[in-house]
């Protein structure tokens, strides 16, 4: 009988999003499966795709599969499905889904030298007795003398000699195995023993737990230094005990070796980690042991969510309304949609926790949609800090440009009393703007519609946006007078003026700049947490998981910059980072101060901040979301065209969008389009159209359709990009 395979091939164009069929030549029947790789002739050129069918008919001529590239199939049951799923929620191609799911070194097409590591070890044919009779010389002889335990890694044995060891092994006396290792290891601690849980974390997880078999989703709002981590280590307690698997998903940045050591010490042995810090081949191993059953918990970042596990008892998301865990390129998966359907597969509750919950998650929790586990109290009775808004209006007006006198005075003190103290300033680089105070040149990037940022350290101007970089002059470049001025203070500025104003303070800097090279975050933390430094300031890198006992003080400098950013999303971004951040500090014995500096201290979110209110928060932006239409109560579609052609991308625009106003409900709301906020990156023009909808049944036929007609225009690319 005759064989025929549909392949989705990988080729980076949504048109040729599709399967084909090939002909399964007689020695591959056996090896071809559903969910493995292969190699077939597009055209002319060979790629890799997937095999998502097998049948044994088909209508037209077909070419031959060339090559079955598993062993084992890398998509399952449970992983073809979570790609169709993601299709329909992002409306990009099949394959990019499947792409996303996959490590680099399993994914299709990718030419990968992504491998697994092996290492030689050596070992005896014989007794050893026997075989060192059997030889004369002595180097020989003290080569064989290392396998009294039998084995040993050749490169050891090659330290004594290696000409030695290749006589060895060509008189057969020694043989060589090659054997996998896994690059990546959790250090191993002493195993720790579980917290008894208080009344609030009991019931939490009692709850969650009578839930465990189930898919319902619980919202775990715990204030900072709650405990939701110990809740989450309970539950996993738990699922292990009835055998199954549990993945715990946290934001990148907060993916901390604290967060880690946490697990490991509750679970030795027993934990995988993925995240970007990881090198392809340390993910590959980390993937491979999870395949294997060899670990049963998955610590990560966004890309944990695929770990393939197939036995799954809960799933966690820690800081749920962590921005990270939406993907911003193609394919734009939000993580909790991807997490959700795999609960619903595989019948698992789904917990979110967070000190801030969206205000999406939130909603659906008021609604009974989640079950709400509010813990109120720290878990350690420690006190929520005491929150200070200073006003620096008045600050400016004497001279305290950067540090309200409050605030010196507070560092001051606290450094006396050999306490630690963060600074949060979310803006990296050394000065934010440079102009010529001659003749009024400032420097801008030439490919986007931005000023340039000074960042001392490399002494070069660089694009936020792009990455464009520029040598700076003394001189204005425009009136050659020595007159250029540095103006918006960034960390890198920040950090030179903390060092003048405190000189005896040690000082420290986190932000992306300061982390490029591989543990550096980790060590800053772990040298801050060792008290090597008394003043932390960084960006919102220094905001999220963190646990310093000593730190009794944390400044907010400038928290109006999130504030005034035009998006609708600004106030519960500010209040998220602002609580977050003051959550850092008096988590010790000692009860905490912070103090923010704003322009506007009579401003709601800030005092909402302040008195540490979620309460009040979420009853103002719910009734802002509501009467401006925002999710959650609209769920928004942004459309995105872009093209270096600007009449090409204009065009298109204003064609799309009379498109939508004809197809789409009455009900609908169609704004646009309008130039972007950033209108120029990187040389490419950007147009958006904002779609705002509560239920369009003719929505997703009606975008597919509309993408479909915009491919067709070589000139112009159109991103969809799913907000609620
Ligand atoms: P969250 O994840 O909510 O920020 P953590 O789980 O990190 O809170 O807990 C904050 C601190 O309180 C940690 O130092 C933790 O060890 C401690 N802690 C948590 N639960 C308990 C408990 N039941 N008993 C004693 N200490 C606890
Ligand atoms: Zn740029």
Do not use: W
Not at 150 to 170: C, D, F, M, P, Y
Not at 496 to 511: H, I, K, Q, S
Not at 621 to 650: A, C, W
Not at 715 to 723: A, E, I, L, Y
Request: aromatic share 8%.
């Amino acid at each position: 009988m005759k064989m025929y395979a549909d392949v989705l091939v990988e080729i980076k164009n949504k048109h040729v999003d599709k399967t084909f069929t090939y002909h399964v030549p007689d020695d591959l029947k056996t090896k071809i499966m559903v969910g493995k790789r292969v190699l077939v002739l597009f055209g002319n050129k060979e790629v890799e795709g997937y095999v998502l069918g097998l049948k044994d008919t088909c209508d037209i001529e077909t070419k031959d599969v060339l090559e079955v590239l598993d062993e084992e199939p890398i998509l399952n049951e449970e992983m073809l499905e979570l790609g169709r799923f993601m299709q329909e929620k992002t409306l990009s191609s099949l394959s990019s889904c499947y792409s996303t799911m996959l490590p680099k070194a399993l994914k299709a097409s990718k030419k990968t030298t992504v491998k697994k590591k092996e290492v030689l070890y050596l070992k005896l044919t014989d007794d050893l007795e026997n075989l060192m009779l059997k030889v004369s010389s002595s180097t020989q002889k003290d080569i064989l003398a290392l396998f009294s335990d039998g084995e040993v890694l050749k490169s050891r044995a090659n330290q004594v000699s290696a000409s030695a060891v290749k006589t060895l092994l060509k008189k057969e006396m020694l043989v060589e195995e090659a054997r996998e290792v896994y690059r990546y290891h959790i250090e191993n601690l002493q195993k720790e023993k579980p917290k008894t849980l208080n009344d609030e974390q009991k019931m939490a997880f009692q709850k969650v737990c009578e839930g465990l078999g189930s898919n319902k989703t619980y919202l775990l709002h715990g204030v900072t230094g709650s405990g939701k981590t110990e809740v989450y280590l309970a539950l996993i307690r738990e699922v292990r005990k009835q055998g199954k698997d549990a993945i715990v998903l946290v934001p990148e940045i907060s993916l901390t070796p604290q967060f880690v050591e946490r697990f490991s010490k509750r679970f030795p042995e027993d934990i995988a980690v993925l995240h970007s810090g990881l090198s392809d081949g340390e993910k590959y191993d980390e993937y491979r042991k999870i395949l294997r059953h060899e670990v049963h918990i998955c610590i990560g970042a966004r890309s944990a969510s695929f770990a393939p596990f197939t036995n799954l008892g809960i799933i966690i998301m820690d800081e749920e309304h962590s921005e990270s865990y939406k993907q911003e390129n193609n394919p734009k998966y939000h993580t909790l949609d991807i997490l959700k359907k795999r609960c619903e597969i595989q019948s698992c509750p789904l917990v979110l926790g967070s000190a801030t919950p969206t205000l999406d998650s939130m909603a659906r929790a008021s609604k009974h949609l989640y079950e709400y586990l509010p813990l109120k109290k720290r878990a350690n009775k420690a006190l929520l800090p005491t929150c200070l808004l200073v006003d620096m209006s008045e600050e400016v007006k004497e001279r305290h440009h950067i540090l309200s006198r409050e605030l010196e005075c507070a560092i001051i003190e606290k450094l006396n009393k050999n306490e630690q103290v963060m600074i949060l300033l979310n803006r990296r680089g050394h000065s934010t703007t440079i102009t010529c105070s001659n003749c009024g040149f400032t420097y801008r990037c030439p490919h986007c519609d931005i000023t340039l940022t000074y960042h001392k350290t490399t002494k070069n101007l660089r694009c936020h946006y792009c990455g464009y970089t520029k040598y700076i002059d003394e001189l204005c470049p425009k009136c050659m007078e020595k007159s250029l001025n540095y103006y918006g203070m960034g960390t890198e500025k920040l950090e030179e003026y903390l060092e003048n104003v405190f000189p005896t303070a040690r000082v420290v800097r986190m932000d992306r700049d300061s982390t490029t090279n591989k543990g550096m975050h980790e060590k800053i933390i772990k040298d801050f947490q060792d008290h090597k430094y008394d003043i932390l300031l960084g960006t919102q890198m220094i905001s999220k998981g963190l646990d310093f006992p000593n730190v009794t003080l944390v400044g907010i400098l400038d928290a109006d910059s999130s504030l005034n950013i035009p998006d609708y999303k600004s106030n519960e971004r500010t209040f998220a980072l602002l609580s977050q951040a003051s959550g850092r500090g008096g988590r010790g014995k000692v009860p905490g101060t912070v103090i923010i500096q704003t322009f506007q201290p009579e401003n709601y979110i800030l005092k909402c901040v302040q008195n540490h209110s979620y309460a009040s928060f979420f009853q103002y932006e719910m009734k802002i979301r509501k009467t401006l239409k925002y999710p959650p109560f609209y769920y928004l579609v942004l459309l995105t065209f872009k093209s270096k052609d600007y009449q090409s991308v204009s065009k298109e625009a204003k064609q799309a969008a009379s498109f939508l106003e004809k197809s789409l409900d009455k009900e609908t709301i169609i704004l646009g389009p309008t130039t972007a906020n950033m209108f120029l990156v990187n040389g490419v023009y950007h147009f958006e159209i904002l779609i705002k909808y509560r239920f369009d049944d003719k929505l997703i036929n009606t975008l597919k359709e509309l993408d479909s007609y915009v491919l067709l225009n070589k000139k112009v690319t159109m991103d969809m990009d799913f907000h609620y």
